[in-house]
């Protein structure tokens, strides 16, 4: 089944974190995807651990929880592996 593009914007802009989501940067000037490797434990609930895509390092970073909007200067969802 397609998605309309109505389901399309409104699965791209979901605040429903899951660990294996790919997410890109909404920013026009940056081509970076990120994955959500999970929640650290330890830290407030408004950080999520991210590495991104296709770089070597398996380090991961933390990002602010409210980045993840759909928003320019935050990430939108592309694939939920």
């Known amino acids: 089944m397609r998605l309309r593009w109505e389901d399309e914007e ?16 909404v920013d026009p000037r ?17 950080y999520v651990l991210i590495r991104t895509v296709g770089v070597k390092s398996k380090k991961g970073r933390l990002a602010r929880r409210d980045r993840f909007n759909g928003k320019r200067g935050g990430y939108e969802l592309v694939s939920y592996e």
């Open 10 to 25: 409104l699965s791209r802009t979901t605040t429903e974190l899951h660990t294996g989501q790919i997410r890109r940067e």
């Open 30 to 46: 940056l081509n970076r995807e990120v994955e959500i490797l999970g929640f650290p434990s330890g830290f407030s609930e408004d």
